[in-house]
């Protein structure tokens, strides 16, 4: 088949919305240091991986994996301290539970997020076709704009509400005051993304028994298992339980239920980690703003976005990735986010090659 039948063949098939998407692109990080993606740095002690890979040994990849993941799910409860009642949905990644949320919505549904904020919300929702509106945030400190929030929640009736609790890529979270208000007047279902929550020192885990529409979504990524691709929803069994009718059965493989539920054995070393990220994070962010022109925002995540001195992320984003440092350009997402770009937390090392080059850039 030519190219140009099979084109007419995807435009009479496909849904407008998915011929109008553009893929979700990822840099090839090829030989650099990777500081976009949020990924934890540190690799495992030796001892760890020879007793992981001891306890993979056994596992029977000839059968299929258990549709509940009962053992992962059970440590998982612990560790977050979800009340016993509370029913918990996996997903392949918190990914796939942003889509299952919205696949499960009317058709014609709206899904209210503010912006900027992570962008599957906005993707997932396209690809489905449901009517996704953003609430921009407030400018110089990216707080939810409360007024404008509720406005639209009253106007527009959202199926579902995310707020990413820190927001991705700006890094704060929300005020809590504003966060109630906003479940108190949704219609709908709201979600709050705590997929930070390693680096955060707040969530709203207590809230759930108050709300009969709050779901916590987090995941094991950002702490450190970014491959494995497994986050968790908690929230209300009516909810709940619904979702899972829409769950592929066998969504979490038998190799990350067996990882996953050895390394939140070990969680302890998970901490670890976590706790150097926010040290480093106060490093990283005092360097940032005793450099020129440079203004760090303040983060409650593994990562700092930072404004540029006009017109000049797009270069200086590539003068440190000429210098060995792969980083985030989001300038080019324009609104609050023109001469931004974000750096993910790595080790000391990394982050001083991040400094170095970035200083560089700027005395040039
Ligand atoms: C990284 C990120 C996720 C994605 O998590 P996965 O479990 O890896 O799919 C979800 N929400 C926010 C806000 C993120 O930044």
Redesign the pocket.
């Known amino acids: 088949m030519d190219t140009c039948s099979a084109n007419d063949l995807t435009g009479k098939l496909l849904r407008p919305e998915i011929l109008a998407l553009t893929a979700y692109h990822v840099t090839d990080a090829s030989g650099l240091i990777k500081l976009d993606a949020?990924e934890n740095p540190y690799p495992w002690p030796e001892g760890l991986t020879t007793e992981w890979l001891e306890s993979l040994r056994h596992c029977p990849i000839n059968r299929y994996p258990d549709p509940e993941a009962k053992a992962v799910t059970a440590i998982i409860r612990q560790l977050n301290k979800l009340p016993d009642n509370m029913p918990v949905l996996l997903?392949n990644?918190?990914?796939?539970i942003?889509q299952i949320l919205l696949m499960a919505l009317k058709p014609g549904s709206t899904v209210l997020a503010p912006e900027p904020?992570?962008v599957?919300y906005r993707q997932i929702s396209q690809s489905l076709g449901l009517n996704y509106h953003a609430v921009p945030l407030q400018a110089d400190n990216f707080a939810l704009d409360l007024t404008k929030t509720l406005e639209a929640i009253s106007r527009l009736q959202p199926g579902i509400i995310f707020l990413?609790y820190p927001?991705?890529p700006s890094g704060n979270l929300f005020a809590d005051d504003s966060i109630h208000a906003i479940i108190k007047a949704a219609p709908g279902l709201v979600v709050l993304?705590e997929?930070?929550s390693p680096f955060a020192g707040a969530s709203f885990i207590n809230a759930l028994p108050d709300y009969n529409n709050l779901l916590i979504?987090r995941?094991?990524?950002?702490l450190g298992l970014?491959g494995l691709?497994?986050?968790y929803l908690a929230g209300p069994r009516s909810i709940v339980e619904q979702l899972n009718k829409i769950r592929l059965p066998y969504n979490i493989n038998s190799l990350t239920q067996i990882s996953v539920e050895f390394a939140l054995k070990h969680s302890a070393i998970f901490e670890q980690q976590a706790s150097a990220i926010c040290a480093e994070r106060t490093r990283v962010s005092r360097h940032l703003a005793s450099l020129p022109g440079i203004t760090p925002y303040p983060s409650s995540a593994n990562f700092i976005l930072f404004k540029t001195p006009r017109g000049k992320a797009p270069e200086i984003f590539q003068a440190i990735k000429e210098q060995g440092v792969l980083i985030k350009n989001l300038a080019s997402q324009n609104g609050l986010l023109a001469d931004c770009l974000r750096v993910t937390i790595g080790t000391p090392d990394e982050n001083s090659q991040f400094l170095n080059g970035l200083e560089k850039t700027l005395t040039y």
């Open positions: 949020m997903g990644g918190s990914d796939e942003i904020t992570f599957m990413a927001n991705n993304d997929a930070y979504m995941t094991v990524s950002k970014a691709r497994l986050g």
